[in-house]
């Protein structure tokens, strides 16, 4: 969607998604309108949320509902709302929560003053399923695609002049380029700056580490404890930092198969069977240990695309002359050496 394009948003079918006043075909256009654009999502949610609040509010009643509406109309484009039906017999009935609260909410939400200065900040949560990968299109248009077991929590919509989120686990960075509001991610311990980029990062809580490699574009990183000290990274460069000993250092990326998890194409370059295993573990997420110690320095050269864990397997028992057996979801190796 182009960022110019106007958000054409169903008023009528909000409100009575919210007031349980929806039959079945606006349920299903709604949907229909939802299902369009991330943004849509956040718009309906922040609408929601004001919906919630405005139920304690205690002057409701005090409200013009006709007035209100007349003045909101002004600010509306006619192609950006559906007609909202105003009665003027304000007595009570079915509708009259209904009406009231709609105007309210409309008033918020249209009025100049952000809805941000009135409720708390919106955030959504998306978790990827254990063993499936998901991508995410946020607001401004970046694409997050999160490894298995990996969360990302941001606002449904960004500030003007920052966009923040958090990352716990590991994720692939499409980045708008949108100079006046850089895109920070924090981990537990780090921080990662970009203006428009493509990059992976992965948090590795189990020794404090962050680790960003970077595909397009420049990428800064650093501690949250010393934001100043920082290190930038370009293509080709993989950037590593440890909390336990604020470990900070700028490396060439050597790893061919960094975002193999997401591309599901792995290349195995004379490497050693202990490096081939941590590869396959990551991509797809499953466990697998080498029972045999003679093993871990057979070394194996292979491509592999988009193909299963067990048509992978196949070629490496060949390869090596080891051998495989699953137990549950585990993968056991053994052999004589090779």
């Not at 007349?70 to 003027?88: A, G, V």
Request: with cysteine; aromatic share 8%; hydrophobic share 40%.
């Amino acid at each position: 969607m182009e960022k110019n394009t106007p958000h054409i948003v169903p008023y009528e079918l909000i409100f009575k998604s919210l007031s349980d006043d929806i039959n079945p075909g606006e349920k299903k256009d709604l949907e229909l309108w939802l299902s369009k654009d991330q943004i849509n999502k956040g718009i309906y949610s922040d609408f929601e949320k004001t919906w919630n609040a405005m139920g304690h509010v205690s002057d409701v009643a005090e409200i013009n509902i006709e007035e209100e509406w007349k003045i909101q109309q002004k600010h509306i484009s006619p192609t950006e709302y559906s007609s909202f039906p105003i009665e003027r017999n304000q007595k009570a009935h079915s509708r009259w929560s209904f009406l009231k609260i709609a105007a309210i909410i409309t008033f918020i939400v249209l009025s100049s003053v952000t809805i941000y200065f009135i409720l708390p900040n919106f955030t959504q949560e998306k978790i990827a399923a254990t063993d499936e990968i998901r991508t995410v299109v946020l607001a401004d248009g970046s694409r997050v695609t999160l490894n298995a077991n990996s969360r990302i929590k941001y606002p449904s919509r960004f500030k003007k002049d920052s966009r923040n989120i958090s990352l716990e686990g590991e994720a692939f960075f499409e980045v708008e380029p949108i100079p006046d509001a850089p895109f920070i991610i924090q981990t537990s311990d780090a921080l990662i700056e970009v203006l428009g980029t493509s990059f992976n990062v992965i948090e590795k809580s189990q020794n404090n580490e962050t680790e960003v490699t970077v595909v397009e574009g420049i990428v800064a990183l650093a501690g949250k404890k010393n934001p100043d000290n920082k290190i930038i990274l370009e293509k080709g460069n993989k950037g590593l930092f440890n909390s336990n000993n604020n470990y900070l250092v700028k490396q060439e990326n050597m790893n061919k198969n960094f975002i193999a998890w997401k591309t599901r194409q792995i290349t195995f370059d004379n490497d050693n069977l202990v490096h081939v295993i941590s590869v396959l573990e990551n991509v797809y997420h499953r466990k697998i240990i080498i029972k045999d110690n003679s093993l871990k320095n057979c070394r194996l050269t292979a491509s592999f695309e988009n193909q299963s864990i067990e048509s992978v397997f196949k070629v490496i028992i060949t390869t090596l002359n080891i051998n495989v057996k699953e137990e549950n979801t585990t993968f056991l190796i053994s052999g004589d050496g090779c």
